[in-house]
């Protein structure tokens, strides 16, 4: 019995074992995708705040928003990158490469909220980079902040100054020049960008 059961298992090896382990290695593809579709989070904010210096880490930001904004930390996530540099005189090449992400995370539409030195925010916008942030925060809170506006001359608020949001100054962001935040034209997830900026502002 066991000199046939070997006998028919050399036959299949030596004939079937090419599809066999074909057909193992699909499985084993589509049950590592299965589950990694299932556990991963879904993103609900992407932020970029270039050449800020913050005293806090990426992580430290991406769980502090996470926690304060009430998303379901075992099924969603906030990504910030904060490490990437635009003006920054010492940063060399990086800049190119830092400017390749930018461009291409707003291009693919991924991209929620921008930060940037004032002098770079502005030349972006002139390709309709941010958002009128008029049609987007609440009037009372525009009201509040109206010393931090950073308007176009046609009167569009495309960002506001960090330094009127309380809890960007908490992570040391833009302690020192001039900046402006604001969101992204091609955004998906607008309204949630708007419910961020505001909580940046204290709200």
Known sequence: MMK?????????WLYYKWQFLTVLTVLLLFLYFGVSALTEKKTVLSVM??????????????ERFLEDMGFDRKTEKVEVQSSLMLSDASSGNYAMTSLSRFLTEIGSGKLDLCGMVLQDF????????????????????????????IRTEDGRIIGLDPKGLPVLA?????????????????????????EFLAYLAGE
């Open 170 to 194: 908490d992570c040391g962001c833009y302690e020192e020049e001039a900046a402006a935040v604001g969101i992204v034209y091609n955004t998906t997830r607008k309204e949630k960008a708007g």
């Open 4 to 12: 046939k059961l070997k006998n028919e298992l050399g036959y299949f």
């Open 122 to 149: 502005e030349k972006y916008d002139k390709s309709g980079t941010f958002l009128d942030l008029s049609l987007i925060l609440p009037q009372e809170l525009l009201a509040r902040l109206e010393n931090y506006q």
């Open 49 to 62: 705040l270039l050449d800020c210096h913050a005293s806090c880490s990426q992580e430290e930001m991406e």
